[in-house]
């Protein structure tokens, strides 16, 4: 079955312990995206990932890393985590095909986060 | 930021009603796609509109995109239970998306 998978689905941690959510995908997506969403905010984009090896930030990249080692999977880090990082996340890939405005966004089912 | 202003944010309608949804910027978009999420679920694709003027209609749903390519509008008809969910459009610009605040509709039997 095509899909997007995150993991933890659910995660609660303390200030400042370093954690990774996993995003591994099945379809031979080229672009590979992070997205938090936030009650009133909508989803915001963290970073995203045209290929391998190329990742560049979205509009809120700040506390987060990322990296694209290979095509199929796009970590998401945070170093630090923080209280204000608590939050619902989504995983996203596209194929690009015809080009990125045509192309559909598959998401994963979230990882709600908590940092106390 | 390229902001993408939903209106209205909560609608509670009953079974049968019409309704429309609106989703607004000031930014001009390459497309503009249309999302429904469902309570723990990710967004899924309902569909994207390109070109400036573009109606498209799926089934009962008729998505329209703006002559400017600005905002878009989501028109249900007859709504049904089914139908209930966050609706969510999103605006592509180069390599990024940007989502409104969504439209949280509920559909009373």
């Known amino acids: 079955e095509a899909q997007v998978t995150q993991n933890p689905r659910y995660l609660i941690t303390v200030t400042g312990k370093k954690l990774t959510v996993t995003c591994s995908q099945n379809?031979?997506?080229?672009?590979m995206s992070w997205y938090r969403q936030d009650p009133g905010l909508g989803l915001r984009q963290i970073y995203y990932?045209?290929?391998?090896?190329?990742?560049d930030k979205g509009d809120v990249p700040e506390g987060y890393k990322v990296s694209r080692k290979e095509k199929r999977n796009f970590p998401l880090i945070l170093e630090s985590p923080s209280p204000n990082q608590t939050s619902l996340y989504f995983c996203?890939?596209?194929?690009?095909?015809?080009?990125?405005?045509?192309?559909?966004?598959?998401f994963g089912n979230g990882t709600r986060l908590t940092v106390t | 930021t390229q902001l993408l202003e939903q209106s209205p944010q909560f609608l509670s309608i009953q079974e049968g009603e019409n309704l429309t949804v609106y989703c607004n910027s000031s930014?001009?978009?390459?497309?503009l796609q249309w999302y429904r999420q469902e309570p723990g679920e990710g967004p899924v694709l309902l569909v994207t509109?390109?070109?400036?003027?573009e109606v498209k209609k799926l089934k009962r749903l008729t998505f329209q995109f703006g002559d400017a390519r600005k905002d878009s509008s989501l028109h249900i008809t007859a709504a049904q239970p089914g139908d209930t969910g966050l609706y969510l459009c999103?605006?592509?610009?180069?390599?990024?998306?940007?989502f409104g605040t969504g439209t949280s509709l509920t559909v009373i039997p």
């Open positions: 996203a890939s596209s194929l690009l095909a015809g080009g990125i405005s045509r192309s559909p966004l598959h």
């Open positions: 379809m031979n997506h080229e672009y």
């Open positions: 990932s045209m290929n391998v090896e190329v990742t």
């Open positions: 930014s001009v978009f390459s497309s």
């Open positions: 509109v390109v070109t400036g003027g």
């Open positions: 999103a605006g592509n610009t180069g390599n990024q998306f940007y």
